[in-house]
């Protein structure tokens, strides 16, 4: 017994010896919750004598089961193999593999486990089948069904679409069961419903599983809670764990109620609190008990460390969106001079659009970078769409980009009608647009008059609404809205401020700015965030950010409208949003920077912001610049700038992009500059503030 406690404070040991009896354990971020858990299967193991297969112990990853039966090995020397360690699906599958044939029909124990792609195969027939294809992407019902399932009172506010959902999500459930398959969503509801309606299955499982153990129980939704209840409700022996302060998944069925939830259905329940964090300095943990006291409803509890730093939490107010990006590069390079590496660095946000800017920096001043668990903004499908469509509408003979969006969205243009124009353009040496209007087809005639009518109306708009005047008449800003995909119109409006900055940064037309920014778009390479070791930095949101650590975190972006974010309307969505700060506050180990700006480039317009009521609630004030950045707040200002005054021929220049160059002349408000290979001269506005002079 004594190993099995070395090293564990009081509160663990306390969480450890409680075997009886209904328990939960709320674990602050950083206090080794996992440890806890597999000493206590240990403990349950060889000092009490119980059967480690009559042990039941859930959670949500692959990777965490995976952890927590590598230390019960290491801790005791047995094979944990086929014990009942595993995720919620991967329990409900080994239980069903054994009692499908309850549920009737077709299931047997040999059923069929569909992944997303199976799923949408599946949907993609119906829709199909129903007409519906025409109107509303099979990935749409995808979604929703998915909604139905982990959310039971889901309704949609449109009646057409509710009639089109249920039509399409009964006969998806009946191809299942004709077809012996679960998805993973009925993986957990066809449990449940087993063993709801087999009284004598539930006693069977309930007899069998005298312990049970819940990994991250804030994350469980109405259906994982119905079904531990069940299996604990004979023996009551049920050991819960979990942070509500960490409850961030509302969006997937989450639900937070479910920890006060668990005092009502086991009323006996001994609650123990471990606060004691093994991961943060004291002044990072003050930060975040600081926000966090204010959601109301939930169970007390003050993170504390012997970690005792002379280093604070640094917030950055910038003046703008640029001079916030330069403020962490230049922290960066700071922090690598005193011996730190590329992976001891994670920048959080709330919104992934907010990457962008860094990508660019970084790539420019050849920061190793990934972004985590996600894709750089200009490798997202709807910019390459977008993107696509640019290169066609100013080169006709781009046969990539053509069949990249003559069906995006759909067009009615079939494979068929395409191998004809195919063969047509290669006979007649054109092109594919080119060869159009040899080809009997009303839908290719159509998009051949739509990108001409584009192509002749380049020159008569700004920009900002040239776009809009595209992915209007493509109707591919419709399509995302009729299949309410939120963030990728997002990115969609976070192109215009690309396009803003590319009428800073170039000379010329419409025509001629585009062409700059599509051709250095292509020099960006898939290679240029791709690194073959883990010694880089990681950018990634907030969510994705949870359950990881890091020596040094920043926070950026802290503005109302972003986090919280503008969709947060309801006080439960405030103290989720919340609950997300305080997540990030708690990745960082030993150094946590925050920042806001005053003016930030959003959707093609700058956004004056104020920052983030999390920032009053930290107590944090504005921290004095140390030294003076690269972009000094007063020049980037400056609404108006006497050109004369700041460049002369001669001058050594950076761009963010470009990289270093000579200034070659000087002519108005704009200056001629050369660059290296590839880039060569570019005409820019001189008080861009992606420009600066290099003393």
């Given at each position: 017994m004594a190993d099995l406690l070395s090293g564990l404070n009081e509160k663990q040991k306390e969480a450890v010896l409680t075997t009886e009896g209904p328990v939960m354990v709320m674990a602050g971020a950083g206090s080794g919750k996992t440890r806890v858990l597999t000493r206590r299967i240990a403990y349950l193991i060889n000092d009490l004598g119980v059967n480690p297969y009559s042990i039941l112990a859930v959670t949500f990853t692959n990777k965490a089961a995976r952890e927590m039966k590598e230390r019960i090995t290491?801790?005791?020397?047995?094979d944990t193999k086929f014990m009942w360690v595993s995720t919620f699906h991967s329990f409900c599958t080994r239980l069903l593999r054994v009692e499908a044939k309850y549920l009737g029909g077709m299931y047997t124990s040999n059923f069929q486990i569909l992944d997303d792609e199976d799923t949408l195969k599946i949907i993609k027939k119906i829709v199909k089948e129903l007409n519906l294809d025409d109107d509303i992407k099979p990935n749409y019902f995808k979604n929703l069904i998915s909604q139905m399932k982990n959310f039971p009172d889901f309704k949609l506010s449109d009646p057409f679409k509710e009639r089109l959902l249920e039509s399409v999500y009964n006969k998806y459930q009946e191809y299942?069961?004709?077809?012996?398959a679960f998805d993973f969503d009925d993986l957990l509801l066809k449990t449940v419903e087993v063993i709801k309606n087999n009284p004598e299955i539930l006693t069977k499982y309930q007899d069998k599983f005298n312990y049970i153990l819940v990994d991250e129980f804030q994350d469980t939704n109405k259906v994982q809670f119905e079904l531990i209840s069940l299996l604990a409700a004979r023996y009551q022996n049920i050991f819960v764990v979990g942070d509500e302060d960490q409850s961030i998944y509302s969006f997937r069925g989450a639900l937070v109620t479910n920890i006060r939830r668990f005092r009502e259905v086991f009323p006996l329940t001994k609650l123990i609190l471990l606060e004691e964090n093994y991961r943060s300095t004291k002044a990072i943990l003050d930060l975040a008990n600081k926000v966090i006291k204010h959601n109301s409803s939930r169970v007390e509890k003050n993170l504390?460390?012997?970690?005792?730093?002379?280093?604070?939490?640094y917030y950055f107010k910038a003046?703008?969106?640029?001079?916030?990006?330069?403020?962490?590069?230049?922290?960066?390079?700071?922090?690598?001079?005193?011996?730190?590496?590329?992976?001891?660095?994670a920048?959080?946000?709330r919104a992934n659009y907010i990457s962008r800017n860094f990508e660019?920096?970084?790539?420019?001043?050849?920061?190793?970078y990934v972004i985590y668990g996600g894709m750089s903004f200009f490798s997202r499908k709807e910019i390459k769409d977008v993107v696509a469509y640019l290169r066609l509408i100013l080169n006709n003979n781009?046969?990539?980009?053509f069949l990249r969006i003559v069906n995006e969205p759909k067009r009615k243009i079939g494979t068929t009608t395409l191998e004809k124009l195919d063969k047509l353009a290669s006979d007649n040496n054109l092109s594919l647009f080119e060869a159009i209007p040899l080809v009997n087809n009303s839908n290719l005639n159509k998009f051949y008059e739509l990108i001409n009518f584009l192509k002749d109306n380049i020159l008569n708009y700004e920009l900002n609404d040239y776009f809009d005047l595209l992915v209007d008449k493509t109707n591919y800003l419709e399509y995302l809205k009729s299949n309410e995909e939120e963030e990728r119109i997002e990115n969609l409006n976070e192109f215009k401020s690309v396009l803003n900055e590319a009428r800073d940064t170039y000379e010329g037309d419409n025509v001629n700015i585009l062409a700059s920014l599509l051709q250095d778009l292509?020099?960006?390479?898939?290679?240029?965030?791709?690194?073959?070791?883990?010694n880089v930095v990681k950018l990634m949101t907030f969510h994705q950010a949870k359950g990881l650590e890091f020596k040094v975190v920043f926070m950026v972006a802290l503005e109302e409208g972003i986090f919280p974010s503008v969709n947060a309307y309801s006080p439960s969505d405030l103290e989720e949003e919340r609950r997300i700060c305080y997540v990030g506050i708690t990745r960082a180990c030993e150094r946590l920077y925050l920042s806001a700006a005053n003016v930030r480039l959003m959707y093609g317009r700058e956004e004056h912001h104020t920052p983030s009521r999390f920032i009053n609630e930290m107590e944090l004030i504005h921290t004095p610049k140390v030294k003076p950045l690269v972009i000094k707040p007063k020049e980037i200002s400056k609404p108006k700038v006497e050109i004369g005054n700041i460049f002369q021929v001669g001058d050594k220049v950076n761009h963010k992009v470009f990289g270093d160059g000579l200034v070659v002349s000087v002519d108005g408000k704009f200056i001629k500059v050369a660059f290296p290979v590839p880039y060569g001269i570019k005409t820019i506005l001189a008080n861009h503030p992606a420009i600066i002079k290099i003393k």
């Open positions: 290491d801790l005791l020397g047995i299942l069961a004709l077809n012996n504390f460390t012997d970690r005792v730093d002379s280093i604070k939490p003046v703008n969106s640029y001079e916030e990006v330069i403020f962490v590069l230049e922290k960066i390079k700071e922090l690598l001079n005193k011996g730190y590496s590329y992976k001891d660095f920048v959080l946000y660019d920096v970084f790539v420019k001043n050849k920061i190793p781009d046969n990539l980009s292509s020099l960006r390479t898939d290679t240029d965030n791709k690194n073959d070791d883990d």
